[in-house]
C-alpha cells in the first residue's frame, strides 16, 4: 500500500483549473490544493453545483482562503474563462457508459471517449503550453470487463503524456470514498475481478503532491496490488486444465487448443485476455502474470503449463525467455525507496 507522505506546498500558490471538479474526485483535489496554499480553483462540470455535499467543500476551500469559481461547461466545448490563466490544469473529467464491445453503441463511445480525450484537445488548444496532469487509469494497461473505450481514452492520454514536454498523465487505480467504483454493489465487485485494492484518496493526493513537484512529463503509475495468495504449489497443472479453460473462456472444444498454439492467435480480446492472466496467478498463488506477456509468439498453450510447473526460480526464467515482459514506472515502490 501507500506510504504516509508529508505533503509539499512547493508551486502551489498557483491557480489551477480542475476537469471534472465537481465530482468527488475533482473536489478532493481541490481542497487538497487549497489546503496547500492555492490562491485560486477553477472547477469544471456539466451540470454546476447541484448538491449539499459540493457546497460544503465549496466553503472548504473559501475558508482556507482559496478562491473557488465555478465554471458550468462540457469539457469538449469549454470556453476561455475570465481572469488570469491557470498555472496548472487537472484533467479528470470522466464518463462511464460500460458495455461489451459487442453491443458498445456510437453514444457511448463518444461519450466516454470525447470526455477524455477531446477534453485534452480543447485544453491543449486553449492554454498551449500550460502543464496538465492527466488522471488516466490501470484499466488502460491491465483491461477490464465493458470498458474497452475507456481504456481507449486512457490509453490515448499516456500516449499525450509521452509526446506532449508539458503533459503528465497518472494512472490511478480504484479509489475508495470517492469514484466510480464505490458507487454500487454492482461495480464493487467489478473490483474483485482486479488484482488491486482500494486507495485511499487522501493517500492518493499525498503521492500526486510528492509526483507532480518533480515531474513535468511522461506517464506515472498509483496503485496498490492485493496482497498474493499462499502459493498452491508447482507440478499439478496439466495440459488437459489448460484446454478445458481456453474452451470454456473462448468457445469449442478443448481439442482444438493444441499444445503449440499460440496465445496471440486466438482472438484474445482485453476481458477474455484477463480471464487468462486471473487464471494463471491463482493457479501460481502470485501476481507476476500480466496482459502483454500473452502476445509473445513464443507463448503457447504448452507454455502456460511450462510456466505452472516450473520452480519458483525456474519459471521466473522460463517466463522471461518466453515473453515480452511488461516494463512500467510503479510510483508506490519508487517512492518507498
Request: net charge positive; charged share 20%.
Given at each position: 500500500?501507500?506510504?504516509?507522505?508529508?505533503?509539499?506546498?512547493?508551486?502551489?500558490?498557483?491557480?489551477?483549473?480542475?476537469?471534472?471538479?465537481?465530482?468527488?474526485?475533482?473536489?478532493?483535489?481541490?481542497?487538497?490544493?487549497?489546503?496547500?496554499?492555492?490562491?485560486?480553483?477553477?472547477?469544471?462540470?456539466?451540470?454546476?453545483?447541484?448538491?449539499?455535499?459540493?457546497?460544503?467543500?465549496?466553503?472548504?476551500?473559501?475558508?482556507?482562503?482559496?478562491?473557488?469559481?465555478?465554471?458550468?461547461?462540457?469539457?469538449?466545448?469549454?470556453?476561455?474563462?475570465?481572469?488570469?490563466?491557470?498555472?496548472?490544469?487537472?484533467?479528470?473529467?470522466?464518463?462511464?457508459?460500460?458495455?461489451?464491445?459487442?453491443?458498445?453503441?456510437?453514444?457511448?463511445?463518444?461519450?466516454?471517449?470525447?470526455?477524455?480525450?477531446?477534453?485534452?484537445?480543447?485544453?491543449?488548444?486553449?492554454?498551449?503550453?500550460?502543464?496538465?496532469?492527466?488522471?488516466s487509469s490501470v484499466?488502460?494497461?491491465?483491461?477490464?470487463?465493458?470498458?474497452?473505450?475507456?481504456?481507449?481514452?486512457?490509453?490515448?492520454?499516456?500516449?499525450?503524456?509521452?509526446?506532449?514536454?508539458?503533459?503528465?498523465?497518472?494512472?490511478?487505480?480504484?479509489?475508495?470514498?470517492?469514484?466510480?467504483?464505490?458507487?454500487?454493489?454492482?461495480?464493487?465487485?467489478?473490483?474483485d475481478r482486479m488484482?488491486?485494492?482500494?486507495?485511499?484518496?487522501?493517500?492518493?493526493?499525498?503521492?500526486?503532491?510528492?509526483?507532480?513537484?518533480?515531474?513535468?512529463?511522461?506517464?506515472?503509475?498509483?496503485?496498490?496490488?492485493?496482497?498474493?495468495?499462499?502459493?498452491?504449489?508447482?507440478?499439478?497443472?496439466?495440459?488437459?486444465?489448460?484446454?478445458?479453460?481456453?474452451?470454456?473462456?473462448?468457445?469449442?472444444?478443448?481439442?482444438?487448443?493444441?499444445?503449440?498454439?499460440?496465445?496471440?492467435?486466438?482472438?484474445?480480446?482485453?476481458?477474455?485476455?484477463?480471464?487468462?492472466?486471473?487464471?494463471?496467478?491463482?493457479?501460481?498463488?502470485?501476481?507476476?502474470?500480466?496482459?502483454?506477456?500473452?502476445?509473445?509468439?513464443?507463448?503457447?498453450?504448452?507454455?502456460?503449463?511450462?510456466?505452472?510447473?516450473?520452480?519458483?526460480?525456474?519459471?521466473?526464467?522460463?517466463?522471461?525467455?518466453?515473453?515480452?515482459?511488461?516494463?512500467?514506472?510503479?510510483?508506490?515502490?519508487?517512492?518507498?525507496?
Amino acid at each position: 500500500m501507500f506510504e504516509q507522505f508529508r505533503p509539499s506546498t512547493r508551486g502551489f500558490r498557483q491557480r489551477h483549473l480542475i476537469t471534472g471538479g465537481l465530482g468527488g474526485f475533482g473536489l478532493a483535489l481541490a481542497v487538497r490544493l487549497a489546503e496547500d496554499g492555492a490562491a485560486a480553483v477553477l472547477l469544471v462540470g456539466r451540470s454546476g453545483v447541484t448538491n449539499a455535499f459540493q457546497r460544503s467543500m465549496l466553503r472548504r476551500i473559501e475558508a482556507c482562503g482559496c478562491t473557488a469559481t465555478v465554471v458550468r461547461s462540457d469539457i469538449r466545448t469549454l470556453e476561455l474563462p475570465d481572469g488570469p490563466p491557470p498555472d496548472r490544469i487537472w484533467h479528470a473529467a470522466t464518463v462511464y457508459r460500460d458495455a461489451l464491445f459487442a453491443e458498445l453503441t456510437a453514444e457511448q463511445w463518444d461519450a466516454v471517449v470525447g470526455t477524455k480525450v477531446d477534453g485534452y484537445r480543447c485544453l491543449r488548444r486553449l492554454w498551449p503550453d500550460t502543464p496538465i496532469v492527466a488522471l488516466s487509469s490501470v484499466v488502460a494497461t491491465f483491461g477490464n470487463a465493458g470498458q474497452v473505450h475507456y481504456g481507449f481514452a486512457n490509453a490515448w492520454l499516456d500516449h499525450a503524456a509521452r509526446t506532449d514536454p508539458n503533459t503528465l498523465a497518472v494512472r490511478l487505480g480504484a479509489l475508495d470514498n470517492v469514484g466510480y467504483v464505490t458507487s454500487s454493489a454492482d461495480r464493487r465487485a467489478l473490483l474483485d475481478r482486479m488484482p488491486f485494492e482500494l486507495l485511499r484518496v487522501d493517500d492518493v493526493l499525498d503521492a500526486i503532491t510528492q509526483l507532480t513537484a518533480s515531474v513535468r512529463n511522461g506517464v506515472r503509475s498509483l496503485y496498490a496490488r492485493k496482497a498474493r495468495r499462499a502459493k498452491r504449489g508447482h507440478g499439478n497443472y496439466v495440459l488437459d486444465t489448460a484446454q478445458r479453460f481456453l474452451a470454456k473462456v473462448l468457445g469449442g472444444s478443448p481439442d482444438n487448443y493444441g499444445p503449440e498454439l499460440a496465445l496471440a492467435t486466438i482472438g484474445l480480446d482485453s476481458l477474455s485476455t484477463m480471464e487468462v492472466v486471473h487464471h494463471l496467478n491463482d493457479h501460481d498463488g502470485s501476481s507476476r502474470f500480466n496482459p502483454s506477456m500473452l502476445q509473445a509468439p513464443g507463448v503457447t498453450v504448452q507454455a502456460m503449463v511450462q510456466w505452472l510447473n516450473c520452480s519458483s526460480r525456474q519459471s521466473d526464467s522460463f517466463i522471461a525467455s518466453h515473453s515480452i515482459v511488461e516494463k512500467r514506472t510503479d510510483v508506490t515502490d519508487r517512492m518507498r525507496k
